[in-house]
């Protein structure tokens, strides 16, 4: 039998499940199973959510195997299983409150008996009989492999990837049968939402080119949700929707406008069924906030300016709400394909005549306009100032000890593109001049290096600059085109800008 982690069988927090979900309803649930071969254990009944299980009863098997689970308020739909201890038993479908189960250890799921509930006189019997054409695709797939490795037996491989295909087609016309003969079924839509997208062969031109290049693309767009009924969240606690949803982002080009316009698409769909809306607005913010691919931060700062709202967000506190935008807020002005904000700053000789002139004046609003007065005089070193082809900005800490693990990549960097029109601009994010400047001149730090001693130029608020190392890649016109990169990262995309191949840079 397989087996379940019992630990996940933890009650859905609030945060999962909305109270309307548990809405008062006199009727209530009674679900009585009997598995015969056991007697005096505690059987638990858990539901699936997404990606994960959650305990929702429990109740004891008497001597005669059987067990009554119990309810003031009906169960939500969708798929739950029975577990004994840590061995789980069977799946069933709940739509229906009332109903009977019964069953003995030698098979559970052939001997299994159902009374008042025609959901499940369906769902086991497409167990059973999806079982046994699965076990006769699996076994003819193994002889058919087993055949393929030996040149003489090319005749009996065929054989049995004929009888694979046999039974692969008899699953796919007995789903449709049970769909076709059990219209509007939970159970029915489960299967539907299951059902892989078939997609038709790329239309073609008289003269034989493509309608579209891209038309096989397109149309997984258009039709992979066609037989999704977003007006009940029943799949949501089910094994399906979450990989689906996972499957269908997966697949989309990871772009972040592409991504934004597919999930606005999806919660438009799901606007009217809480639950569902919920659990897509949370997938797709957390998904993205954690991605691997650069400059997706674009996507659940949206997410958040667009969904998080009081209105729409009711399963988060205010405090919550307030503390994501503004943090989304912050991101919005460096955002990948932004011209990135321009910074003033100062380099070693003009930072080092600002704190001569000002280290003796406590008063700010006198110590700034004498800071301003010598910027006037001498002129800072403007970001977008800077002429190069790519600009690449680093803000850096010499206390700091990723910055000191990163810079010896970062000067090799330097010297090898600095021809191709590459250009650093180095941020020394602290206010130590004395640490910074000797460590710029210890380590040879040709490229543009500046400092802002006082903050005149807050450039924290405007980068958004939590931790350092950040390293941000500009083109000529100073529109971001990646940040947040490892050095790795930085040569690789700069190889890609530059066309660069390592057999031409050899």
């Known amino acids: 039998m397989k087996r379940i982690n019992i630990t996940y069988l933890t009650l859905l927090v609030s945060l999962l499940l909305s109270p309307s979900l548990f809405a008062q309803n006199k009727g209530g649930y009674e679900i009585k199973i009997r598995v015969k071969g056991y007697k005096g254990e505690m059987l638990y009944l858990a539901n699936y959510f997404a990606d994960k299980t959650y305990k929702a009863d ?45 069953t003995d250890t030698a098979d559970l799921v052939a001997n299994m008996k159902v009374k008042g509930s025609a959901e499940n006189d369906m769902f086991f019997k497409y167990q059973l009989v999806s079982g046994e054409l699965g076990s006769k695709i699996y076994k003819f797939r193994n002889l058919m492999l087993a055949a393929e490795k030996d040149s003489t037996k090319k005749k009996e491989a065929a054989v049995w990837r004929d009888s694979m295909s046999l039974n692969g087609r008899k699953e796919v016309n007995y789903v449709k049968e049970v769909v076709a003969k059990n219209p509007g079924k939970m159970f029915t839509q489960m299967l539907q939402t299951m059902e892989e997208l078939q997609i038709p062969a790329t239309p073609l031109n008289p003269d034989g080119s493509m309608v579209d290049s891209n038309f096989k693309y397109h149309y997984f767009l258009a039709h992979y949700w066609d037989k999704m009924d977003f007006t009940r969240d029943c799949m949501l606690r089910s094994p399906v929707f979450h990989n689906k949803l996972k499957k269908y982002f997966d697949q989309i080009l990871q772009d972040p406008d592409s991504i934004i316009y597919e999930a606005d698409r999806i919660i438009a769909k799901s ?160 206010q130590e001049y004395d640490k910074w400047v000797n460590y710029v001149r210890s380590n040879d730090l040709k490229w543009i290096n500046v400092i802002d001693v006082y903050n005149i130029s807050e450039f924290r608020k405007y980068y958004d600059i939590s931790s ?30 530059l066309k660069i191949s390592d057999k031409k840079e050899k």
């Open 58 to 102: 429990s109740a004891l098997l008497d001597q005669n195997g059987w067990a009554i689970f119990k309810g003031k308020n009906p169960l939500p739909c969708g798929v739950y299983m029975t577990a004994l201890g840590y061995t789980k038993l069977f799946e069933f479908a709940v739509n229906e409150q009332f109903f009977t189960l019964e």
């Open 271 to 430: 606007k009217g069924t809480p639950e569902l809306y919920k659990y897509i607005v949370q997938y797709i913010t957390n998904t993205y906030a954690n991605s691997s691919f650069i400059c997706m931060d674009a996507v659940p700062v949206h997410m958040i300016l667009k969904y998080y709202t009081f209105k729409d967000c009711w399963w988060v506190d205010s405090t919550e709400i307030i503390r994501s935008r503004t943090r989304a807020e912050a991101m919005l002005p460096t955002l990948c394909h932004q011209i990135a904000p321009n910074i003033a700053m100062h380099d070693s000789l003009l930072a080092k005549e600002i704190i001569r002139i000002v280290k003796t004046d406590t008063i700010i609003e006198s110590r700034n306009a004498k800071i301003l007065a010598q910027m006037a005089k001498f002129g800072t070193t403007d970001l977008h100032k800077v002429k190069a082809e790519y600009t690449v900005i680093i803000f850096w800490d010499p206390d700091c000890s990723h910055c000191k693990a990163e810079m010896p990549f970062l000067k090799e960097i330097y010297e090898k593109y600095h021809k191709y029109g590459v250009e650093f601009y180095g941020v020394g994010v602290e």
């Open 468 to 497: 350092t190392p950040v390293i941000i890649l500009l083109d000529k016109n100073k529109k971001i085109l990646a940040k947040k990169l490892a050095h790795d990262g930085l040569e690789l995309y700069l190889k890609h800008e």
